[in-house]
């Protein structure tokens, strides 16, 4: 049993057809439920549920503030490499851009952690496009090696592995995992990549749970939001958080809610998301799975971040940038994105702590003590 | 003459019987004054979250030094972590204390009462002072009076939850079975259902989201010291044995009242 079954079950739902016919006061039902089954968080994304929007937003508030309390976790990503093998329609780094393409030596890699390490920030997630040639498991272990030394939690948002590919990365010092899976739609997601490994859609969509069987501490999944209707895409997203946190309580689950934003080869999203929708979508989200992580990157802008603040965030990008070396040199290779949100970590944390949150700069702790592994 | 009241844990004799907690504030900053308004003498970290290298970013800075330092083991999922966390906790200079959390549920943050005990068991004998955080189960409970817990801290209601006493019978039959102090630790989300914990004869109680989630922590904070001392001294007052009904006024037994007809 894989997700992908769970998602075979909804493949040819109609959605629209679905959507349709929900009530608000099948709406105003859902949201009054203390456990909401597959069902009410559907028809809380449905158009439906808007009109109660500040009454979700409100109990999101309450049952994050309950679990979570007024912290606001933090880190920064790091890019490794932007190699990269696939043709993935919407990304900057897609092998047919022809981009500036880098990757850090373990050189760099130790300057670039230096000077992140800076910030305070004792949290860091490393990217590299998917070019196992270049940025394989070998040179991963090599660059975590000498992050562990700089930081206490080591994330990767990297192409999916295999379960013992994933625990060698852990045995390194990893222990967070994020991969999107972009789109559910399964037949979309084949016409958005056409060419290279990342077509198979069945090996990334189970490549969280591979994560969580091979022992990663924390798990983040997401759909970028702009490929496809959001209300499904959510849904999905939802409910394979869902299915993860089921069947391994003990990983941390998370949800990021990635909006698409402008790249280098300039391809248009099909579907907006307002900013509206992206409430909705967090607050139904944290609805459904009041302990699940919601992790909101600086693909948002500033003003839009601190708004959203109280309505469920939990983890949050500071100081990021999406290209090659970028925290150290201004000649970094191109980045994967643009990023909107330009603070720095400190002023990130100054604007958190104006508006009533803390700033939590380190979350997790590797159990050996440096360099005495009895301990 | 009025005898003292206090409760001894690890040998330190504790006049407060409210216990505090670190996570979920908005700022580190207002540590002390939670600290002062509850005249709580004992306060728990996370040891996660504690950056020992970090001069102005380490919670351990805004606990006022009287206070007993309680490191609980938040993220451990297996008593082999949280044991790793004890030990890395007193390596660090956090002292002897540890509340065992080991935590395999990440949906309800419920405790694994299997692996607690392992974890108990190993860190006493090494000398820590073992408080471990467990479901209110009576069998737990004694194997971790056994292994050498210095008390049991059962949930009331999951962690967060502020949904009150919702084991409070089996919180009752602790009290009454478990010759070690039995602390409420979770679910507590008003004064009122501390006080009735105390009033039930718990030690003390664990109070943390019921006083960071308030509008006014540190206000909260005092609320609750006064609630865990007015239950504390309902029971040691003995309250009269309280009735479902209203006493009849004509009695079945009064006639036993009126001498011996004979």
């Known amino acids: 049993m894989s997700f992908y079954q769970s998602y075979l079950g909804y493949r040819d739902f109609p959605f629209a057809q679905y959507l349709d016919a929900i009530t608000e006061s099948q709406a105003a039902a859902a949201l009054s439920k203390e456990r909401l089954k597959e069902q009410d968080l559907l028809t809380l994304l449905s158009p439906q549920a808007e009109p109660f929007l500040e009454d979700m937003a409100q109990k999101a508030h309450r049952l994050t503030m309950n679990q979570f309390g007024s912290v606001i976790f933090l880190f920064t990503p790091m890019y490794l490499s932007n190699f990269c093998t696939n043709h993935c329609v919407y990304c900057g780094f897609n092998v047919r851009n022809k981009i500036g393409r880098r990757r850090l030596s373990f050189d760099e890699v130790e300057k670039e952690a230096a000077k992140i390490a800076e910030t305070g920030l004792k949290h860091i997630l490393i990217l590299t496009g998917e070019a196992k040639k ?140 307002s900013d509206r929708n992206l409430v ?79 700033p939590v700069y380190k979350d997790w702790q590797p159990m050996e003590a440096r360099g005495d592994e009895s301990v | 003459m009025k005898y003292e009241d206090y409760l001894e844990i690890g040998g ?81 200079g956090c002292g002897n204390w540890i509340k065992i959390e080991v935590i395999s549920d990440n949906k309800y943050l419920l405790p694994d009462g299997y692996e607690t005990v392992k974890a108990t068991e190993i860190l006493a004998r090494e000398g820590f002072v073992v408080l471990p955080y467990i479901n209110p189960d009576l069998m737990v409970a004694k194997q971790l009076q056994n292994a050498g817990a210095a008390a049991v801290m059962p949930l009331g209601a999951p962690i967060g939850s502020n949904r009150g006493l919702k084991t409070g019978e089996m919180i009752r039959i602790l009290i009454d079975e478990i010759d070690i102090p039995i602390i409420v630790d979770a679910g507590i989300g008003k004064p009122s259902q501390a006080c009735r914990a105390m009033e039930m004869g718990a030690s003390a109680c664990l109070v943390n989201t019921a006083i960071a989630g308030a509008n006014d922590p540190v206000r909260m904070a005092g609320a609750f010291a006064d609630a865990v001392r007015a239950g504390r001294s309902a029971f040691l007052a003995g309250p009269g044995a309280s009735r479902k009904t209203a006493s009849a006024s004509s009695p079945l037994t009064g006639f036993l009242d009126f001498g011996d007809p004979r």
């Open chain 1, 134 to 273: 270049k940025a394989g498991i070998e040179y991963l272990q090599g660059c975590v090696k000498i992050l562990k030394t700089y930081f206490t939690s080591i994330a990767i948002e990297i192409y999916p592995l295999e379960t013992d590919e994933y625990g060698k990365l852990i045995a390194s010092g990893v222990d967070s995992l994020t991969i999107f899976q972009e789109t559910y739609n399964e037949r979309l997601y084949e016409t958005l990549h056409p060419k290279g490994p990342k077509r198979d859609y069945r090996f990334r969509i189970d490549a969280p749970e591979r994560g969580c069987m091979a022992g990663m501490r924390s798990v983040n999944v997401g759909a970028l939001l702009g490929l496809d209707n959001w209300r499904s895409e959510a849904f999905f997203t939802g409910l394979h958080a869902e299915y993860l946190q089921r069947k391994y309580p003990e990983v941390e689950i998370s949800i990021s809610l990635p909006r698409m934003r402008p790249q280098v080869g300039g391809f248009q999203p099909k579907f907006t998301v």
């Open chain 2, 12 to 92: 330190t004799k504790l006049f407060s019987r409210l216990f505090i907690g670190t996570g979920k504030y908005a700022s580190d900053a207002l540590i002390p004054q939670i600290a002062e308004s509850s005249g709580s003498q004992v306060i728990t970290v996370a040891l996660r979250r504690v950056d020992f290298e970090s001069h102005t970013e380490n919670v351990i800075k805004h606990i006022p030094k009287t206070m007993q330092l309680l490191p609980n083991t938040s993220g451990a999922r297996t008593s082999d972590e949280a044991i790793r966390i004890a030990r890395l906790a007193k390596a660090m």
């Open chain 1, 280 to 358: 909705q979508i967090m607050t139904a989200f944290r609805l459904f799975l009041p302990r699940a992580g919601i992790t909101v990157s600086t693909r948002e802008s500033a003003v839009f971040r601190d708004s959203i603040l109280p309505l469920g965030v939990t983890k949050m990008s500071a100081g990021s940038c999406t290209s090659v070396g970028g925290h150290t040199s201004k000649e970094s290779g191109s980045s994967q994105f643009e990023i909107s949100d330009e603070r720095g970590v400190g002023e990130m944390a100054t604007a958190l702590a104006s508006l009533g949150f803390q």
